[in-house]
Every structure is written in C-alpha cells, then in structure tokens.
C-alpha cells in the first residue's frame, strides 16, 4: 500500500475522533430526550397560606371547626412567628438542577424527599415546557408546625414534672433543629440543649 494513501488516512481518522471529543465536550452535548431543566423556583407557603396556583389548602384549615373563632385566630398567630423554610434549604433536597436532563422519576423523587422532612407538610410541582424545548420547574412546598413541646409527668408521689422539652425542628427556617431540654428527680437537676443539623457545613443565618 502507498505511503502517502496511508498517511491520509491517518490523519482523517485522528481528525475524526478529535470531532467526536470535542462534542462530548461541548455544554448541553449530551442528548436529553424530555429537554435540559432550564429553571427552578422555590415556592415556599406558610402553614395556612392559601398556594396562586389554586392548590387545595390542609382540611383542618377550610373546613375543621377547631379552625375556627379563638382556634381560627391561634393558628393565625402561629403563623407569624413562624419564619418559613428558606429556598436553598429545599432546593438542597432536590435530585435536580438546572442545566441536568429532566427526569420526571428523579423529580417525584424528590418530592418524595421533601414530603419526609418533619417541617414540611406537602410538596407539589409544577412543570412548564420552554420555547426553547427546555423544562422550567415550580416547586411548592407547604411548611408544618415546627415547635414541639414535651412534658415529662409523674404519679409515684402527687403529680409532679419530671421533665420538659422545648424544640424547634426548623430553627430560623433552616432544618435545623435546636432542643432545651429540662429533667428533675429526687436527686438531680439536668438541663440540656439538642442541635441536629442535616447540613453541617451551612448555618441557620445562610440566605
């Protein structure tokens, strides 16, 4: 066989496999067939906050009759002083991010994700196609009470308090949970604190 006929094709077949390389390496090369997810935005609801996308409120908010007169105005309190989860704390728990190939199991799992955390009480999705062909996901999460009491009692000798627990189980609306802790018997007197946090290398204060 000729040199030079060889040495062509050499060449051609290099040139070829740098092309394929070179589009592997490109942003957005890799084909996804229900498109790239080009947005995600957080919508966080208080307890009783009614969604803009019409979803149905909790039960015991629109038709309970504990929901009602001094109850009615208890819940309403409650959710002042309540400060709502923040965006990156649920964004955190997604199995998703903008740029990936949009996954529709991948985003039910992460509904299903949100749904387990004790702060949150319902999460949804919406999803809307782009001109572009690309995905722009809604994701709305609903928080839950966050402030847990416990009261330890004893009936050996009268009734008596034997301990009390105070907990916020999203301190600052960051999934953290801070705990005081307060326990008595006949011999001693303890207090305690409880931190839990889910992400160590973030801080209650983050944005």
Not at 21 to 39: F, I, K, L, T
Not at 121 to 130: E, G, K, N, P, V
Request: some cysteine; overall charge negative.
């Amino acid at each position: 066989m000729p040199r030079w006929p060889l040495i062509t094709l050499l060449l051609l077949l290099g040139a070829s496999v740098e092309s394929v390389w070179a589009q592997a390496d490109e942003p957005g090369a890799a084909v996804c067939s229900q498109g790239v997810v080009s947005e995600i935005r957080i919508r966080t609801l208080q307890l009783f906050e009614e969604s803009p996308t019409g979803a149905a409120e909790p039960e015991s908010v629109v038709d309970s009759e504990a929901a009602k007169g001094v109850m009615a105005r208890a819940y309403r309190f409650g959710e002042k002083i309540h400060i709502k989860t923040k965006d990156r704390v649920v964004r955190a728990e997604l199995l998703l991010e903008e740029g990936d190939c949009f996954d529709p199991f991948l985003l039910s799992e992460s509904l299903r994700v949100l749904r387990s955390q004790s702060y949150i009480s319902t999460a949804r999705a919406d999803t809307l196609r782009q001109p572009d062909g690309s995905m722009a996901l809604l994701i709305e999460t609903r928080d839950d009470w966050s402030l847990k009491i416990s009261l330890g009692l004893s009936v050996d000798e009268g009734l008596t308090i034997e301990g009390l627990g105070v907990s916020e189980i999203n301190f600052l609306g960051s999934g953290w949970t801070l705990g005081l802790i307060r326990s008595e018997d006949q011999e001693s007197l303890e207090y305690g604190v409880d931190v839990v946090a889910p992400r160590l290398f973030t801080t209650p204060l983050d944005g």
